[in-house]
């Protein structure tokens, strides 16, 4: 009897294993659906110009010189990525895809062993299929990597808890503080919350071990403020704020970042399984325990708070704020209620497994067509580009300045100029000069020079504000004879 109850002991055991990595393998899949389009918005342009065009030094001087909330240290991750891997678009996506895959690799190798397979198989599909994680994880941005080392960091303050002497665990706990610092701004904000809480659990159980964090933070701090203080980054700093920063001060906005799908009131529940997570931990205190509920609010929690203390900062900074600033702290915020969840009984945690599934599918529907529906005239640009255009070609352009980098991206070897920065036609005779015609707009004549158009049709790349697709017209610039 006691040989069949082990038999069936190590059965469950292999079939949770075989489900974990199913569902690691099969969350991977539908990510990587969305990575094959080249398709890219002016963000993710930065990020391929930044590590595509630059050295590691080269990384570091882009960077200072923007004034914006990025680090180097993940352009420096993405531009050695790119040497393994290759540096094109869809290159590059894999990068973030990567961090995605990382937090979910976390659910059957670490968090199942402390906390089950039903809370690393929710914590999985949490961290990939729900509408914003599924965002970042196929934009070639720095949060699905920065919001892996968040996670890590607040593992690593769990279990430093029993072993206070780990030399590997302070390690770690510094490499990701100090790659998530120096990756973005605001992560600051979740690794506050970390370390108040791996300070308070230090005082209640080994004072004389107090300074470890504070060393090891700290030491992360006095380097990143060197870098604020040689960035400038105090000049965002203004009394006044941003405008539009305000309108980012609400809570149902920030919940609908994080649920909101086509889904009829996909935000309210939403809303209301974080309500009720919080209900549940207290509810059940004695079967999650002290330690672990501690953890798990603390977890659920970090995401929306620290979301409000970088709301109150922005409201006095200049430059824009916007929800993915904060979301760092996500991967944490769905282990705290995969924690509390799957602890309460099995028709609660299949409900909201379902509620997850469901919530992803509607999200897919929305990427799918953000990544692949917004990119009709992609194709046959490139190949006109391919076809016509050739090294030290001129293009003008009549739309936003930004669009010069995302232009470069598929342009690398052309040269850009706005309407306002269009040198005198003096200087663009003899050149072979295209113009990207958005808005009407022509270039202005004079009384020496004549210009005159030929256009090649209407082409375009990502369709994002409604100036991504534009005529390209092929531009004659003739010195008129006669005039002295």
């Known amino acids: 009897m006691m040989q069949m109850k082990k038999m069936t002991s190590e059965k469950k055991h292999k079939i949770a294993t075989i489900g974990l990595w199913l569902i690691l393998i099969l969350c991977t899949a539908v990510l990587f659906s969305l990575c094959l389009s080249e398709g890219i918005d002016y963000d993710e342009a930065y990020s391929y110009r930044t590590a595509h065009d630059n050295t590691m030094m080269g990384i570091i001087r882009v960077v200072l010189a923007a004034h914006d909330t990025d680090v180097p240290v993940w352009y420096m991750g993405l531009r050695l990525w790119s040497f393994l891997v290759g540096d094109g678009i869809i290159a590059y996506k894999m990068f ?15 968090i199942r062993r402390q906390w089950g397979a039903k809370t690393a198989a929710l914590y999985m599909i949490m961290v990939s299929l729900t509408p914003a994680m599924m965002k970042i994880s196929v934009n070639n941005r720095m949060y699905s990597w920065t919001v892996f080392g968040v996670t890590v960091c607040g593992l690593t303050a769990y279990f430093l808890r029993e072993r206070l002497n780990s030399k590997a665990l302070w390690t770690i706990l510094f490499l990701t503080t100090f790659c998530g610092i120096f990756s973005h701004y605001f992560t600051a904000f979740s690794y506050l919350f970390i370390y108040l809480y791996l300070v308070a659990v230090i005082w209640q159980q080994d004072r004389k071990q107090i300074w470890k964090p504070f060393v090891c933070g700290g030491s992360v701090v006095l380097l990143f403020v060197a870098w604020l203080i040689k960035s400038d980054f105090f000049h965002l700093l203004v ?11 609400g809570i149902y906005e920030f919940f609908n970042f994080i649920f909101g799908t086509r889904v009829k009131y996909a935000t ?16 059940f205190w004695k079967r999650l325990g002290r330690r672990n509920g501690v953890f798990a609010v603390l977890c659920t929690c970090i995401f929306p708070v620290s979301y409000l203390m970088a709301a109150l900062l922005a409201l006095h900074a200049s430059h824009f704020f916007t929800y993915r600033h904060v979301m760092h702290s996500m991967g944490l915020f769905w282990l705290g209620m995969a924690i509390i969840l799957s602890r309460i009984n099995l028709q609660e945690w299949i409900a909201c497994l379902s509620f997850t599934v469901w919530m992803g599918v509607s999200a897919y529907g929305i990427s799918y067509h953000e990544e692949y529906g917004t990119i009709s005239y992609l194709e046959e640009t490139k190949a006109f580009i391919a076809e016509n255009m050739e090294p030290g070609d001129v293009v003008v352009y009549d739309t936003d300045s930004r669009f010069g980098q995302l232009f470069g991206c598929y342009m690398p070897d052309q040269i850009f100029y706005t309407m306002e920065e269009v040198p005198d036609l003096e200087e663009l005779v ?4 295209w113009y990207f015609q958005c808005f009407g707009h022509l270039l202005e004549e004079s009384d020496k020079y004549t210009v005159t158009y030929e256009n090649m049709g209407h082409y375009g790349f990502q369709y994002m504000d409604g100036n991504t697709d534009f005529d390209i017209l092929k531009v004659n610039i003739t010195e008129e004879t006669g005039n002295d």
């Open 268 to 283: 309210k529940m939403g809303e209301l399984l974080f309500v009720l997570t919080l209900v549940c931990a207290i509810l």
């Open 239 to 249: 009394s006044d704020g941003n405008p539009t920063n305000q309108s980012k001060f």
């Open 96 to 110: 973030a895809l990567l961090g995605t895959v990382l937090s979910m690799l976390l659910g059957p190798v670490v």
């Open 430 to 433: 003899g050149k072979r000069v």
